[in-house]
């Protein structure tokens, strides 16, 4: 690859529904065009997240994730390295962590809720979008995910929400707002919004 890649950052709260649009989005490119490369990968172990006052890991904090292997292999990828990283299973007992790899690709898809909020990560995107929603559309979301995905019941879910998500917001990703090239309000569908994106990231390609 000649040409140094293009890097997206994608960021918003929790539950804005990053996830689905980036599913959305990626549907539209192949692998050869595209990679994705979500912070989700890079928290700490578990013993390193940080706890709350009521012993409570607390994952929604910048101290939770490790942004110095996350910024090396998004430097990797744009200097055209293949990436090897284990995936991040949340301590769930049952799980078998895989081995993703990222490949190098003309465009690179950098998804996570402090992808702005960490200055070396920010330096390097040339596109910052930022996917928006409402409070309680977000909650409503937050709820059915994290049942679903990590087994936790509806006490734990607002439990995180009050005291963990919600204040993490408003103090690193609320402000990071103003740093957007591209908003994407999601409150009920994104489709402008990703006609918009997939038509600028398939120009992109064409040059």
């Known amino acids: 690859m000649n040409a140094k890649p293009?890097?997206?950052?994608?960021?918003?709260?929790?539950?804005?529904?990053?996830?689905?649009?980036?599913?959305s989005l990626l549907s539209h490119?192949?692998?050869?065009?595209v990679c994705l490369i979500s912070q989700d990968n890079y928290y700490k172990k578990i013993d390193l997240v940080p706890k709350d006052e009521n012993k409570v890991e607390n994952f929604d904090l910048?101290?939770?994730?490790?942004?110095?292997?996350?910024?090396?292999?998004?430097?990797?990828?744009k200097n055209g390295k293949v990436v090897l990283k284990k995936e991040y299973t949340f301590e769930k007992a049952d799980a078998i962590a895989k081995t993703l790899e990222f490949k190098?690709?003309?465009i690179i898809v950098v998804e996570g809720i402090f992808v702005f909020h960490d200055p070396y990560i920010s330096k390097l995107l040339d596109l910052k979008v930022f996917i928006d929603a409402l409070e309680h559309i977000k909650i409503r979301r937050r709820i059915i995910r994290?049942?679903?995905?990590?087994?936790?019941?509806?006490?734990?879910?607002?439990?995180r929400w009050e005291n963990h998500v919600a204040p993490t917001?408003?103090?690193?990703?609320?402000?990071t707002?103003?740093?957007?090239?591209?908003?994407?309000?999601?409150?009920?569908?994104?489709?402008?919004?990703?006609?918009?994106l997939t038509s600028f990231m398939?120009?992109?390609?064409?040059?």
């Open 29 to 33: 490119f192949t692998a050869d065009e």
């Open 6 to 23: 293009y890097i997206i950052g994608i960021t918003g709260g929790s539950a804005s529904g990053k996830t689905y649009f980036l599913h």
């Open 169 to 175: 917001y408003e103090r690193f990703i609320k402000p």
């Open 146 to 159: 994290d049942n679903n995905e990590r087994g936790y019941d509806l006490d734990s879910v607002l439990y």
């Open 202 to 207: 398939r120009n992109l390609l064409s040059k």
């Open 62 to 77: 910048p101290e939770s994730i490790d942004f110095e292997e996350f910024a090396q292999h998004i430097e990797d990828l």
């Open 177 to 196: 707002k103003q740093d957007a090239d591209i908003i994407i309000n999601n409150n009920k569908h994104f489709e402008n919004g990703l006609k918009i």
């Open 104 to 106: 190098p690709a003309p």
